[in-house]
């Protein structure tokens, strides 16, 4: 993880004994081994990524949402 807390070892260790043990009761899967891609076409992405970073999207978010109290909280 790149944005790992600060633990002192004694946390460390113990919360690697945890997910050694969740592991083995099969309550945490491993993570997958390649990441995860889109399906989206280059084209698309890019055009996604320009619509967010130009501010336009969170505007129509803004907008759709506008007094509809369930949409204003998601």
């Known amino acids: 993880m790149a944005n790992r807390l600060s633990m002192s070892p004694e946390l460390s260790q113990a919360v690697e004994r945890a997910r050694v043990g969740a592991r083995e009761a099969g309550q945490l899967l491993d993570p997958p081994a390649e990441r995860p891609r889109s399906s989206y076409p280059a084209e698309v992405r890019t055009a996604l990524a320009d619509w967010r970073a130009s501010g336009e999207f969170d505007r129509d978010v803004a907008a759709v949402s506008a007094g509809d109290p369930d ?4």
Request: without cysteine.
């Open 71 to 74: 949409l204003e909280t998601q």
